[in-house]
């Protein structure tokens, strides 16, 4: 006999491929279960039924890694450069927005930890078990491959088990396969590659038992369950990087370079060349590099996105991590499930079938709410005999219960049956008075194996009847008859086989209704009493509907240059009659999880940019799925709610988790959870994230020109030996004011009336276009000319260099401030009153700004400071005409940019 050891060591055959006995002889176990001498061997061997840890990184380790970033070097240089400098406030306060950057990234990370501590969750604390033969209670972590773990409604699964015996046994798997009801279980083999969805006989760690009773043998414990392989999926899945965090990483290090070089290239020539004594020359280069290094874009980048993670907050969206706000702005296909996402995750009767008329059922979910129409006309119930009939018999033959708690409705028991308690009670139908009408004597429960349920009644008079649901086509070889105009005719099967192909091609599942009249005061029913003979009430059609505002979602996605592709655990006619219903795919094409499998890597990137449609899909595949998509160059956004979704919601480049009825695994692997699982939040989102996005850009327009028109003041005034006009001092004070007041107010533009009318931001476009570059170009050589024009104006008109400088310093601040009102819209004029009025932190911005600079230029304490003087009025008419100058050829430039067809910088 094989030892404990060798089944540890030999690799898990399929044991849904294998029958109940052949599991138990494989892992050694029999009816009584493992002695308690075998189970403890086992434990010391395959170890604890619990989920190992991952090897994690430090505390310390983490926070001090939230200092890698090409753009916080650059602060703490620009930190270190000033305090060399001498400016202690500036170089503090660069500092603060270094370490308070640290602690915003070490707070929010650390996701995949707790996807995991969550999935470890998901194991049930207490199971059921036979050892010796005596059942016990035991914690879930001392189960053992070979156990028997004995099931019933309300418990956990505690491992995955093959299972041995099932009554009326239906598990609730949704959170793992996506299937939106429960499954019916089963003890029949099936095929080895068959989808998890279809293993019937098998029953998996973290998934609920719903319904009826069942026992099975353990056959995978911790890591080598489903969950435990998800766990694992989770832990080997790399992080990626957002697009304009990785666009601004290669900006970064290019910037950088140009200006150490430029810096070390006036130095040189400032000190070989044009004799400038050493100390003046190298405080200027290091000016010159302070000046052109945009030290305040990274924190400026880090408010805007923490302003957008607040205005989304306000739109029911919970972003968990920063940069994931700019990467929805970049985002080409969304891949969403189905179940709990798209659609309500409430099933609903949508069609009622009789032989004489064909119904439509209004209303969603199980709220009672709703009505019965014909031909798009509504119709009274009490006038319909046969209708009331089979809604009857919908009612009674079931066992769910539906309660009202406050504005919501509640379902006890399976939710195919709760839709029809439901249809009944729009029926004007009330339960408890037809369980009193026709209490039930007697009755055969639903099994898979004869696919159907039956109840017998009597009523007052002491009358019998027996009801029947099922399968359409089991129900429709035991009915003789069907009822018609009130009585019972001979049954048209070409008739119905028509009605069961409609429903089903528009996703809906379908439920046959029956009855019997049988001898009075009968006080049993078997098999023999619904063999033949029945009379058939009509059919229903039974669907998870689609979400309203998911189809109005879908539309605006496309409208947006958007892709929405749809990958779910349910059957294909399911997945492309709702896909359809959303506009997702055509309604015929899909493909399904065992097909995926056939493909290879090429052949996948190839089929996910021709199919929206995608079935049966496992953790696997929707993983494989999302690294396709993003082999082929999307960027990839990821919808669910369920445990088979964390890997893929971790792996895409943004993972979006439904807050109410998502599981805690699914919301610790995303990026972003919606509170109020809605999908069409995630165009809201989209257009949040653009908004981030362009205010980023804006700012980026804004910040270089500003930082390239100071530095290129200094480089021009060393190539021709001139005295500086304009100290070291002087730019770190413009610098310190601008970046508090004016490069901030940028972060808090709302969205433009284009945002959503132009396709998704190139996430492999460089960061500065051509016609973002000619416009930083051309800013910069106003900014430069309009200064120098100005400074060399009043040196010839006997000014003092103080006096000069003191205009150049006004004039630079006030061309900020002209051209921050140019930046609001990039291409758009400005030239209204919602262009130059609706910010208010911008027009706030300019009047603090203002202020400062009068302090500077009037107050003795910053004149003695940083070397200014009062101006006249003659010199400020200068200075503002030439800000007022550059405001109005910027805004000639975009006009020229708008009759060229230019739509977008």
Not at 183 to 190: A, G, M, R, W
Not at 662 to 687: R, W, Y
């Amino acid at each position: 006999m094989p030892h404990e050891h060798d089944l540890a060591a030999n690799p898990a055959p399929a044991w849904h491929n294998l029958s109940a006995q052949q599991v138990k002889d494989a892992l050694i176990t029999g009816d009584a279960g493992l002695s308690a001498i075998e189970a403890e061997e086992r434990l010391a061997c395959y170890g604890a039924n619990r989920l190992k840890p991952p090897q994690s990184r430090s505390a310390i380790m983490r926070f001090l890694l939230q200092f890698h970033n090409v753009l916080i070097y650059i602060l703490l240089v620009s930190s270190v450069l000033t305090a060399f400098l001498g400016h202690w406030i500036d170089s503090g306060v660069i500092l603060g927005v270094v370490v308070i950057n640290a602690i915003i990234g070490f707070v929010q990370e650390g996701k995949a930890e707790k996807a995991l501590n969550a999935i470890r969750r998901m194991l049930s604390l207490n199971a059921t078990v036979l050892r010796d033969g005596q059942r016990l209670q035991l914690a879930a972590e001392q189960l053992v491959p070979g156990d028997i773990v004995l099931l019933q409604s309300g418990d956990k699964v505690p491992a995955d088990l093959r299972l041995l015996s099932c009554k009326n046994l239906r598990i609730e798997e949704a959170a793992l396969t996506g299937e939106s009801e429960a499954v019916e279980k089963s003890l029949d083999t099936v095929e080895a590659a068959t989808a998890i969805g279809d293993r019937l006989c098998m029953a998996y760690s973290g998934t609920l038992v719903v319904y009826g009773q069942g026992s099975g043998v353990v056959v995978a414990t911790g890591q080598q369950t489903e969950i435990g392989r998800i766990s694992q999926m989770i832990a080997q899945v790399d992080k990626l990087a957002s697009p304009l965090l990785r666009q601004m990483a290669v900006f970064a290090r290019w910037l950088t370079l140009v200006v150490l070089s430029l810096a070390a290239g006036i130095f040189v020539y400032g000190w070989l060349w044009q004799n400038y004594p050493f100390n003046e020359i190298f405080l200027a280069a290091v000016s010159m590099a302070i000046a052109a290094i945009p030290e305040e874009l990274p924190a400026i980048m880090t408010i805007t996105l923490a302003l957008g993670v607040q205005n989304m907050a306000r739109r029911n969206a919970i972003v968990r991590r920063l940069p994931a706000v700019e990467t929805l702005g970049a985002v080409t296909v969304i891949c969403t499930d189905k179940t709990g996402t798209l659609t309500r995750n409430e099933m609903t009767v949508q069609r009622v079938m009789t032989a004489d008329d064909r119904w439509q059922v209004s209303g969603v979910g199980y709220s009672p709410h709703g009505g019965f129409s014909r031909n798009e006309e509504h119709i009274q119930v009490a006038g319909h005999a046969d209708l009331q009939e089979l809604c009857r018999a919908g009612l009674l033959c079931n066992d769910a219960v539906l309660h009202q708690c406050g504005d919501t409705w509640e379902i006890h028991g399976d939710p195919t049956e709760a839709a029809l308690v439901t249809l009944a009670m729009k029926a004007e139908l009330e339960p408890g008075r037809e369980h009193e009408t026709l209490p039930r004597v007697d009755i055969i429960p639903f099994e898979p194996e004869h696919r159907f349920m039956a109840t017998l009644h009597h009523d007052l008079a002491g009358h019998s009847l027996i009801y029947v649901k099922g399968a359409p086509e089991k129900v429709l070889a035991m009915c003789n008859y069907q009822r018609s105009q009130g009585e019972d005719r001979l049954l048209q099967l070409d008739f119905w086989h028509t009605r069961i192909r409609e429903a089903s091609e528009t996703g809906q599942r379908v439920l046959a209704i029956a009855s019997r009249v049988i001898p009075a005061r009968q006080q049993t029913v078997d098999f023999s009493h619904v063999e033949t003979g029945l009379t058939l009430l009509g059919m229903v059609g039974i669907m998870d509907p689609p979400r309203d505002e998911a189809i109005a979602a879908v539309q605006q996605c496309h409208a947006a240059g958007i892709g929405v592709k749809m990958i779910t655990g349910d059957h294909r006619i399911t997945a492309c009659a709702i896909g359809a219903s959303l506009g997702i795919g055509d309604g015929r094409r899909a493909l399904t999880g065992i097909e995926l499998d056939n493909l290879d890597d090429a052949q996948l990137r190839q089929a996910t940019a021709e199919v929206d449609v995608f079935a049966r899909a496992d953790p696997g595949h929707k993983l494989r799925l999302v690294t396709a998509l993003q082999a082929n160059g999307e960027i990839v956004a990821m919808t669910g709610d369920g445990v088979n979704d964390a890997p893929a919601l971790k792996r895409a480049d943004i993972g979006v988790a439904m807050g109410q009825k998502g599981t805690e695994v699914a919301k610790e692997a995303a990026e972003m959870v919606l509170t109020d699982d809605n999908f069409a939040s995630i165009a809201h989102a989209v257009e949040e994230g653009r908004t981030v996005y362009d205010n980023i850009r804006k700012t980026i327009v804004y910040v270089l020109p500003t930082n390239g028109g100071e530095a290129g003041l200094l480089i021009l005034a060393v190539m021709l030996g001139m005295a500086l006009p304009i100290t070291p001092l002087q730019i770190l004070w413009i610098n310190m004011v601008t970046t508090v007041t004016l490069a901030i107010s940028l972060s808090f533009e709302r969205p433009e009336t284009s945002v959503m009318a132009h396709p998704p931001n190139d996430p492999h476009a460089p960061v500065l276009s051509g016609l973002l570059v000619w416009r930083i170009a051309f800013v910069t050589l106003l900014m430069i000319g309009g200064s120098f024009a100005l400074y060399f104006w009043e040196l010839a008109q006997g000014s003092s260099v103080e006096f000069g400088r003191t205009v150049v310093v006004n004039v630079l601040v006030l061309c900020e401030i002209t051209y921050l009102f140019n930046c609001r819209y990039l291409i758009a004029s400005v030239c209204t009153r919602q262009g130059l009025l609706g910010n208010r932190y911008v027009l706030l911005a300019a009047g603090l700004l203002l202020l400062l600079q009068l302090l500077l230029t009037y107050w003795p304490a910053m004149q003695e400071l940083f070397g200014t003087t009062a101006l006249d009025a003659a010199a400020w008419g200068r200075v503002v005409a030439v800000s007022l100058l550059l405001f109005l050829l910027i805004e000639f430039e975009k006009y020229v940019l708008r009759c060229r067809g230019v739509k977008n910088l």
